[in-house]
């Protein structure tokens, strides 16, 4: 597959849509447009775009996802238009520019990105160029079910008609190649998703992963739109679309592959509601570890609570099958940092990455502007007052993919 | 935690939940088994009398569990 | 260069006072080093001066803290010290919390301090989140060990240089999110791969115990038994106008259910952001098994069940807040005459 870069330094709004040289020029009317298909005008939107270092606070974010294009097929098979040749051919994406989506609703929780001051340290978006579409429903007896789906459509459609303004240009290209064996350690990864039913969903190819079997998929699949999410649960901890494309395993796996080891993609499958699906989980992830004859696994979870079970289950299974294992997690360790981090543990566990501890409390500086809503979802305080809180609502604050140089230390 | 807290004053307290481990490592001394994460006590593709008799099972369990005497932890599946 | 000032806390028996029979002694302060005072002086070295040793009885300090805390706060005020320094207390299990106390206490009034004791001391739990606690052995055997180990410590405090507990030997106060130069992702395969080797790895993330609680007694008589429901799953009223947070909770709720068979979806919903509300808010005894637990009072199973439902959100909340909302809801219940408790869980 040839991904072809282009770096976005400028947005503008104007009448028509043009890219030139890192300037974007988008038409809120044919992106407006482009979000609505096959949405029955149920929609609108506020269209808004903020730079890094600017006292604006990002408020209600249901997703984050990298504009994609695919001159001959679908960049977000199921979602949007054309073929599936997802992992293949020529894919367009935009550098720097993240396209976030705002909506509040009851059962969303609260997402801020803050694009300055303290808040801003907790987040990559904020180092980012964002453009963002603040949904309005304009049909309040919607039915969450089709409204958790239009949330997905529109996010998906309005990114590839981002990147297709730019399919033209070609500032850098690059080639992903999925893993040829060798003789090195071979290094796989277990990846879960949390996929419960609406607004709590995550898609494999547009198809809800709820009940999923665990599920091969290739480096290049991976970020080439095959996962979407439409999880907007706990902010901090939850993988948006943009950090399925962007993966750090993956991307840190394909781009160190036939060095110390040979890096042979994901095994992707869902945090189960009973118990013996995430024994089920644990256990087929192992299988297909064997088949891909790995020596050790990397393993990262969606969410927290009964998530953490997953992980353990995996770990042990693995470990038990003599595959070598690293577990990355968040803790939510109280705001000191000195409670058990995690609801489950077992003593197989013997190498963790901390992606920081969801309970330790901020304060936030004011801010000059909100996009996405005038109060945060509490009803505490206006968007853009100075106040103190827990990580846990600053989105993606301690991802579990490991995207952030955050850990935690003792003091 | 709420269990154990319930169980620290001298009232025994039985939790019923899906995922064990969970109970098990934050240490509540009395689990009964449920059915899954959304519906701990029911089983709405089931037909409505299965239901019932199912959900009566676990409630029975979870009275057993308060009749138990405990040494460290008690799980019924 | 002006030295560093140091007011040192020492309990009667170091400061040569006497033993147990002199435990009642009050509160005292003379300038200068004493008793350990005079090791710490020489640790320390010439950039440092004990402007004063603060001393109480073991007993005086324990049955007086509400006057002597005050007392020793406001002197060590008046020297305007650089540091605090409290013991070391060794396994001592009065004098260990009151070196912790009079840390944590300078430590909020804008000193900084460094005490020591021995891991069983109880003052280690109550105290080692406020302050620097070194680690020492269990008796005044190891004060020759004790005193170079916190001496370093302070001068590494004093002159603004990093610590950590690890290098610096003293109990850990807790954790801190801290940005490094290497992202989860890499760090976890550099983690892989020094495993694959056989190298020992240092994990990043700990796991405590979770504190153990003695089994309540069982219901012998459950015929005249009275019961209760308790869940974490979100239960509210059906327009939710207590206002129960779906994640994050900071309050449990108390729903009346006297004289009701079943939970009628009309009078109650589900609020909780950990999973997907819809079969609770259809038939909310899917969550809370009412209509069976009534069924089971009225063909004698147990006798009474409470009138109150004890609600709250398990998703994302502290631990802290859980078990505050645990003691209270307990207290009620025993209040209430509860015998046993059925708690659901999602």
């Known amino acids: 597959m040839i991904l072809i870069q282009n770096t976005v330094k400028r947005v503008t709004f104007g009448d028509n849509s043009s890219y030139q040289n890192g300037l974007l020029t988008v038409s809120k009317e044919e992106l407006s447009a482009a979000a609505l298909k096959n949405t029955d005008g149920k929609y609108a939107f506020d269209i808004d775009v903020c730079c890094p270092g600017e006292k604006t606070r990002i408020v209600h974010i249901t997703d984050a996802i990298k504009p994609s294009y695919k001159p001959d097929a679908a960049a977000f098979p199921g979602w949007t238009e054309g073929e599936n040749k997802c992992g293949q051919g020529e894919t367009v994406q935009l550098e720097n520019l993240c396209l976030l989506q705002t909506f509040a609703y009851p059962g969303i929780q609260e997402g801020i990105v803050d694009m300055s001051g303290e808040g801003a340290k907790y987040s990559l978006f904020s180092k980012k160029i964002n453009l963002v579409m603040s949904v309005k429903l304009l049909d309040a007896a919607i039915e969450k079910p089709v409204l958790a789906k239009d949330l997905v459509r529109m996010q998906t459609q309005a990114a590839e008609y981002l990147a297709s303004i730019a399919k033209d240009a070609c500032e850098k290209k690059i080639e992903i190649n999925n893993p040829q064996p060798s003789s090195l350690p071979r290094v796989g990864y277990a990846y879960f998703v949390q996929a419960q039913g609406p607004l709590r969903n995550v898609f494999m190819y547009g198809k809800e992963c709820v009940n999923m079997k665990a599920t091969y998929l290739s480096p290049a699949e991976i970020i080439d739109g095959a996962l979407v999410s439409g999880n907007y649960i706990i902010a ?61 696994m990397i393993i990262t979870q969606e ?56 309970d330790q409390v901020i304060e936030l500086d004011a801010m000059d502007k909100s996009i996405g809503g005038d109060a945060i979802s509490n009803g505490a305080h206006n968007a853009t007052d100075s106040f103190k809180t827990p990580l846990g609502i600053m989105y993606t604050a301690t991802n579990q993919l490991g995207v952030s140089n955050m850990t935690t230390k003792a003091y | 935690m709420l269990v154990k807290e319930i169980e620290r004053v001298g009232i025994p307290a039985v939790q019923i939940c899906t995922i064990l481990p969970i109970a098990q490592t934050v240490g509540a001394n009395r689990i009964v088994r449920a059915i899954a994460i959304p519906t701990p006590v029911g089983a709405p593709n089931l037909p409505a009398e299965e239901e019932k008799a199912l959900r009566e099972s676990i409630v029975s369990k979870a009275i057993r569990a308060l009749e138990t005497e405990v040494n460290g932890q008690l799980t019924i599946e | 260069m002006a030295k560093y000032r140091v007011v040192h806390y020492i309990n009667q028996f170091y400061a040569g006072i006497g033993g147990e029979e002199q435990a009642d002694t009050g509160l005292f302060c003379e300038e200068g080093p004493k008793g350990p005072g005079m090791a710490f002086k020489g640790a320390l070295g010439p950039d440092f001066e004990i402007v004063a040793t603060i001393y109480c009885g073991d007993n005086y300090a324990v049955d007086h803290t509400e006057q002597v805390m005050p007392q020793i706060i406001e002197t060590i ?48 739990e109550m105290y080692s989140k406020y302050t620097y606690i070194v680690k020492t052995a269990n008796s ?78 069982p219901i ?32 449990y709720v108390a729903l009346s259910i006297a004289g009701m068979d079943s939970l009628s979806a009309d009078d109650f919903s589900a609020n909780h952001g950990g999973y997907d509300n819809t079969q609770a808010n259809r038939n909310p005894n899917v969550i809370v098994p009412l209509d069976v637990v009534r069924s089971f009072q009225k063909a004698g199973a147990f006798a009474e069940l409470e009138d109150t439902i004890y609600s709250t959100t398990g998703n994302g909340t502290s631990l802290k807040n859980a078990q505050s909302f645990g003691a209270e809801i307990a207290n009620r219940l025993l209040a209430a005459h509860v015998n046993g408790v059925i708690l659901t869980s999602t």
């Open chain 3, 77 to 124: 005020r008046k020297y305007n010290p650089d540091l605090v320094i409290a013991g070391p207390a060794f396994n001592a299990g009065r004098y260990g919390p009151m070196c912790g106390a009079v840390a944590k206490a300078a430590n909020e009034a804008g000193f900084l301090s460094v005490t020591g004791m021995y891991e069983e001391n109880p003052g280690v």
């Open chain 3, 220 to 251: 012998k008589d459950m015929k005249h038994a009275k019961l209760a429901l308790v869940t974490d799953a979100g239960l509210t009223d059906k327009t939710n106008s207590f206002r129960l947070e779906s994640s994050r909770a900071s309050k």
């Open chain 3, 140 to 217: 005044a055997a190891g004060m020759r060990k004790a005193v170079p180990a916190m001496a370093a410590l302070c001068k590494k405090l004093v002159a603004g240089e990093e610590v950590s507990p690890d290098a610096d030997g003293y109990f850990k106060r807790g954790k801190k999110n801290v940005f490094v130069d290497k992202n989860g992702a890499q760090r976890a395969f550099e983690m892989l791969m020094a495993k694959l080797k056989g190298e020992p790895v240092v994990q990043e993330i700990e796991m405590p115990p979770f504190e153990a609680v003695e089994p309540a007694a």
């Open chain 1, 303 to 358: 969410g927290g609570g009964h998530a953490d079970v997953d992980l353990i289950f995996t770990n042990d299974a693995l470990t038990d099958a003599g595959i070598r294992t690293v577990v990355i997690a968040n803790e939510i360790a109280g705001p000191d940092g000195i409670l058990p981090p995690l609801v489950s543990f077992s003593s197989k566990v013997d190498a963790t990455i901390s992606t920081g501890n969801n």
């Open chain 1, 236 to 296: 901090c901890q939850k993988n948006p679309t943009i950090y399925h494309q962007e993966n750090p395993v993956i991307r840190y796996g394909i781009a160190n592959s036939g060095k110390e080891m040979d890096f042979v993609g994901a095994i992707c499958a869902t945090e189960s509601n009973l118990l013996d699906g995430k024994r089920e989980s644990a256990a087929s992830i192992t299988q297909k570890a064997l088949e891909l004859h790995c020596d050790g």
